[in-house]
């Protein structure tokens, strides 16, 4: 069973920076692709970025050079460092093992301008 737990959000304003934490039970977390997807109100949910089990990263235009994935293995997480936030940013923000099979609940990231 995997259950995909995100933690970290909030409220913060703009220019600045919350890293998201997504934790991970079941022993494939460490080797599946962990994506990261956001939902803002009356918008369907798209993709942010996603690193696969060797490392390999991938991120949406709207956030590359400003958003970055990582995996901490000791810990179970990935991570996203959001960095250089704007107003557009705020979403609920979903983690997802091995592209869309298995979601967490969200976490609320509101970026006040």
């Known amino acids: 069973q995997v259950h995909l737990v995100e933690s970290g959000g909030g409220l913060v304003q703009a220019g600045g920076s919350v890293r998201l934490s997504c934790a991970g039970s079941g022993s494939s977390f460490s080797i599946r692709t962990i994506g990261w997807y956001r939902q803002a109100p009356g918008k369907t949910r798209e993709f942010v970025a996603f690193?696969?089990?060797?490392?390999?990263?991938n991120y949406a235009d709207s956030v590359k050079g400003r958003f970055t994935i990582s995996r901490d293995k000791t810990r179970k997480t990935v991570d996203l460092l959001m960095d250089s936030l704007k107003p557009e940013d705020t979403a609920v923000y979903f983690c997802s093992q091995n592209y869309g099979e298995y979601w967490g609940q969200g976490t609320q990231v509101t970026v006040s301008s």
């Open positions: 690193i696969t089990g060797g490392g390999t990263t």
